[in-house]
């Protein structure tokens, strides 16, 4: 009987009314309930949990409910939640049940329903509103950015968070005094990747906002700064009274961007402004002026537009052009420039369409102009569509329509050379050029059918129309198993109609051919394993015949390389291609090693090979060496050993760990060799020798280009990267021409690099000059704040170019 009862007196009173509109219910759950002062005192201690019927829970190590006052209080390792998402941790919980009201004390965290987290030393909570109120806090949002301020107020059915100091009491004077000290409010963009209650300096000290109040609307996706002093390394350098910005999680949203300043030798001081004007989630456009403190100004546009089967874009400027056409350099000499305006255009449109010819097409239109040829460099203007050294420029509308094996190409080209001043050679056009390919197999063959028709003016009033038709036939391979040689069989008949005007060495009118190719390709692989070592050497044999006599080829661009050993067209002219008896050999060695896994750490191959003629031909380019009986030997060398990859260290691994001086944490070595001799082998006539290595500390690049008799130039670049543990790098580069004995520039620089921030100083020198154009050197300090993008450059050519 007494068992009843206590049973009967705790189901009464573990039913909590909090006496408002909304009655919330309480249950009480613990290992102990004690009840006092006549039932209007409950205490449940160990693992008390309290629940009411819009789950709401309260759990604790005791749980205190004052029932006259319609308090509850919880004592050790406090948690409240919510079924929206709202979550308070806490030492201790006075819950006010009529107000709906919860104050938290000593090691508060509030994790709201936005995905936010917060540490506060004090902290209030509005059930229905959903506002809260916190002194000291320090928070994580769900952007990754952190904020950390003396005051807050949160209200989460606005989506706003205000931090700010303590009620703003203090006067105008006081909040200005306030940035400089400890306890100032603070926002980054940086990632918290220490202790949650550690403070933005202490865990991410790459760049803060220091600041009187900050807004941050989680629904616009905005944040707002008072009085806003931005620091680099704890470092003021920059005020605003104020600031605004998309958060990190936005990756488009109007307003201004970075702006930066530059010195320039032969213009001056400048400072470019860029705004983005987002029109909406498929247009936007970003508007950028560029001043000049000395010359006429500079007007950048760039407009975007997305559609659902394509996109579009308009790249622009114009400037007056100089105010001062024939001014003296620093040294005294005379610069003759040109007078009028400056201007760009580029324009692009690319889209895929159903059912235009066949079922489906893709489409593209460029429209490209630049007023001045010199105008790009001399600005330095480089956007994501154009850049300062575009020499260039293509004019064309290209229709490629295809299903199946199927394709039908219409296109149209105005190709204009800006570097030219001569108007017979400074444009060039192809309208039409149609072109069909439709490929398939019969009877073990695979074919392939073309026809191409082209008319083009090749400047002035040279014109001419090509129409090509063409079968090519290439058998799969046909093995003799006994010796295990490999052969495959290759015809190309193409019927050739050229109509020349004014064309130099050609000759006029209407020409046709028949040019019909027959070629046998014959491969003897032989393979050797060795544990994880597979060696492959490969003879080539390559047999061509085209009947006639070749046609005069006047130049070409092309010199012999091993693929072209092994071609039906070496010179890539259709229409003349080299005629006659020809026999292409070669032979290809391959070493690769593998790990456990059966993953190669270690590729390397050589070639090299030579072309046979019938006979001399003074028809046929010296450069390419096809004009001989022997042609040149040419051949390739690629090497790739992938520290990554390897795991046991084999002896042969440690022999090149120690030729190539690699640590333990080496990623690899590339080389890349190719090279051309001629055919009495006493001779370099070109080597191309890039070299690349790559360790968690160092990163070498060197690029060697030389040409003798098949052409004449001989050049070097290389650069170097030191990457240090605390995100400092060091680079330097230089690029020279070796031939005329001419260094093109070198440049030196020193990053540092996180998640959040990218700083450094690079000085680069150029040596070439023009007509508008002079030798410069250029100091640059550039900071970028990676979630705004663009960098912020300050101007310290005036440290290195005295007036």
């Not at 009655?23 to 201690?45: F, P, R, T």
Request: glycine share 4%.
């Amino acid at each position: 009987m007494k068992l009843f009862l206590y049973i009967l007196i705790f189901l009464i009173n573990i039913f909590i009314n909090n006496g408002s509109a909304e009655n919330s219910i309480y249950q009480l759950k613990a290992d102990k309930i004690v009840y006092k002062d006549n039932l209007s005192l409950i205490i449940a201690e160990g693992n008390a949990i309290a629940n009411d019927q819009y789950g709401r829970e309260i759990k604790s190590q005791k749980i205190i409910y004052y029932k006259a006052k319609s308090i509850i209080e919880t004592i050790g390792n406090s948690i409240y939640s919510d079924l929206i998402g709202n979550t308070i941790l806490a030492d201790q919980f006075f819950y006010d049940l009529n107000k709906k009201k919860i104050l938290a004390n000593k090691n508060v965290k509030y994790f709201d329903k936005h995905g936010n987290k917060f540490n506060f030393k004090n902290f209030e909570y509005f059930e229905n509103s959903e506002k809260a109120f916190g002194e000291q806090m320090i928070g994580t949002l769900a952007d990754k950015s952190s904020v950390e301020g003396n005051y807050v107020e949160i209200d989460n059915l606005k989506g706003s968070l205000i931090v700010k100091n303590k009620k703003n009491k203090n006067n105008f004077f006081n909040k200005l005094l306030a940035l400089f000290k400890k306890n100032e409010n603070r926002y980054t963009t940086c990632e918290n990747k220490g202790k949650a209650n550690t403070n933005i300096n202490e865990r991410c000290p790459d760049w803060s906002i220091s600041t009187i109040n900050t807004r941050h609307d989680s629904n616009k996706k905005m944040v707002y700064h008072e009085h806003a002093v931005i620091k680099l390394r704890n470092i003021p350098v920059f005020y605003t009274p104020y600031f605004s910005h998309p958060d990190p999680s936005v990756k488009r949203k109007s307003g201004f961007l970075t702006p930066s300043t530059k010195n320039f030798n032969n213009l001056g001081r400048t400072i470019k402004t860029p705004y983005f004007f987002e029109i909406n989630d498929f247009n936007d456009f970003t508007f950028t002026p560029i001043i000049y403190q000395d010359e006429n100004s500079i007007f950048l546009g760039e407009y975007n537009h997305q559609f659902t089967n394509g996109k579009f874009y308009l790249d622009g400027s114009y400037s007056k052009g100089y105010k001062e056409i024939n001014k003296l350099d620093d040294d005294g000499n005379s610069l003759q420039r040109t007078s009028g305006s400056r201007n760009h255009i580029f324009a692009n449109y690319t889209g895929n369409h159903d059912n235009i010819i066949f079922e489906n097409n893709d489409l593209e239109i460029n429209i490209q102009r630049i007023s001045q040829k010199n105008y790009l460099n001399v600005n330095e203007i480089n956007t994501v569509h154009v850049l300062q050294d575009t020499t260039s420029l293509n004019n064309n509308i290209i229709l490629n329509s295809y299903e199946k094996n199927r394709k039908l190409t219409i296109s149209g080209y105005i190709y204009e050379d800006i570097t030219s001043d001569n108007k017979n050679t400074k444009y060039q056009y192809v309208l039409p050029s149609i072109s069909y390919n439709d490929h398939f197999s019969f009877l073990s063959q695979n074919l392939n059918l073309s026809n191409t028709f082209e008319a083009k003016n090749t400047g002035g009033d040279s014109n001419q129309i090509n129409q090509i038709n063409e079968i090519y036939s290439e058998s799969e391979q046909i093995i003799v198993d006994n010796i295990g040689l490999g052969n495959v069989i290759k015809f190309n008949l193409a019927n050739t109609n050229i109509y020349n005007e004014n064309i130099s060495n050609n000759k006029e009118n209407l020409n046709s051919d028949f040019i019909p190719t027959f070629a046998i390709q014959t491969v003897f692989p032989l393979f050797r394993f060795i544990d994880n070592t597979e060696e492959i050497i490969t003879p080539k044999i390559f047999a061509k015949i085209t009947p006639g006599e070749t046609k005069t080829v006047t130049t070409s661009l092309n010199t012999l390389n091993y693929t072209d050993v092994f071609s039906m067209n070496r010179m890539k002219n259709f229409n003349n291609p080299e005629k006659g008896k020809s026999i292409g050999y070669g032979i290809e060695y391959k070493n690769d090693k593998k790990n456990e896994f059966n993953q190669k750490y270690i590729t390397s191959k050589f070639t090299i090979g030579q072309v046979l003629n019938e006979k001399n031909s003074d028809k046929i380019p010296s450069n390419t060496s096809l004009n001989k009986k022997k042609s040149n030997f040419v051949g390739d060398f690629n090497f790739n050993f992938n520290k990554d990859l390897y795991s046991n260290e084999s002896e042969d691994v440690s022999i090149l760990k120690s030729s190539f001086k690699l640590n333990n944490s080496a990623s690899g070595v590339n080389i890349n060799y190719s090279y051309n001799l001629n055919n009495n082998l006493n001779k370099i006539l070109k080597n191309t020798l890039d070299i690349g290595y790559d360790d968690k500390k160092n990163s070498i690049r060197v690029s060697y280009n030389e040409l003798h008799n098949i052409g004449d130039s001989q050049t070097i670049s290389s650069t170097y990267k030191k990457y240090f543990e605390n995100g400092i790098n060091i680079g330097l580069g230089i690029t020279k021409d070796l031939q005329n004995k001419f260094t093109e520039s070198n440049f030196i620089e020193s990053v540092y690099e996180s998640d959040c921030l990218k700083i450094g100083l690079s000085l680069v020198k150029k040596f070439y000059s023009n007509q508008d154009i002079k030798p410069e050197n250029n100091l640059n300090l550039f900071v970028m704040l990676k979630p705004f993008g663009q960098p912020f450059s300050p101007d310290l050519n005036s440290l290195i170019n005295e007036k």
